[in-house]
């Protein structure tokens, strides 16, 4: 039973509001809260701005921070002075760095309308030396250098449904662990009212492990698949897949 009398309830209220309001599918750690303490803080200080159109996807030992931007990575020192512009991936998408100074990307192929007028077909798509093509979701590494040490095609072929969405795919999430491992979510729709989730996973070589269909709510028409994951570990991991159906709010 919730004690509504903490100061956390409300916030627990809003939640069951929110869940009661959407349809999900999701795997849920659950925490009893007994009791909550505010402690008086103070707001840290803004040490520095900068405004260069990337999104930040790594920061290491010596506080560099990194961003990508349409497969451009910007590094800026703990001050937030610029010190690199590197060009690394041909195609905009997720971004991430391993301990060894590695680059990942992960995101979309190119692609077009086929003659059917509702559906895409894919690209062809050079890396650096590799030509991916026929497959939705492109995933390559680059040395810390630019060079590019592999990449991999990944997700449905041709055929993913517009559903006045082009193409009809995207890469929600990307992510390493600590043994090098790599995971990619992505949803697309596999009709104009249906859409599938996926994850899979690839080890620090480029071979993939297995790929898993993210399970579904129980309705048969879903729309706006969305997936993330996190705390991966050797063994286990945690999976979150939000959708809803076509006539909720």
């Given amino acids: 039973m919730i004690n509504y009398s903490n100061p956390i309830a409300p916030f627990v209220r809003l939640l069951i509001r929110s869940i009661h309001q959407k349809y999900f599918t999701i795997v849920f ?14 707001t840290p200080g803004l040490l520095w701005t900068t405004n260069i159109g990337a999104r930040l996807f790594a920061v ?15 590094i800026l020192n703990s001050a937030g002075v610029p010190l690199q512009t590197n060009v690394i991936c041909p195609r905009s998408g997720l971004a991430q760095r391993d301990t060894n100074g590695d680059y ?26 590799i030509v991916l093509s026929n ?35 995207s890469v929600n999430d990307f992510l390493l662990d600590d043994n090098g ?13 249906s859409h599938s989730s996926y994850l899979e996973r690839f080890d620090i070589q480029g071979s993939n492990y297995w790929s898993a269909g993210v399970p579904q709510n129980a309705f048969f028409h879903t729309i706006h698949g969305y997936v993330r994951a996190g705390a991966f570990s050797a063994t286990n991991g945690f999976v979150l897949e939000y959708s809803s159906v076509p006539d909720s709010p």
Wanted: hydrophobic share 40%; net charge neutral; charged share 10%.
């Fill in 29 to 42: 750690v659950l925490c009893a809260v007994f009791s909550v303490r505010f402690a008086a803080a103070q």
């Fill in 60 to 74: 290491d030992a010596q506080t560099n921070v990194y961003a990508n931007s349409g497969g451009t990575v910007f």
């Fill in 104 to 129: 990942y990307f992960a995101g979309v192929m190119p692609s077009h309308v086929n003659a059917s007028g509702i559906s895409v077909d894919f690209d062809a798509q050079d890396f650096g030396g």
């Fill in 135 to 169: 497959q939705a979701v492109y995933l390559a590494k680059y040395s810390s250098g630019g060079g590019l040490l592999w990449a991999k095609g990944l997700g449905p072929g041709n055929g993913v449904v517009r559903n006045n969405v082009q193409p009809g795919i």
């Fill in 181 to 193: 491992n790599v995971f990619v979510g992505y949803s697309y729709y596999s009709s104009t009212l």
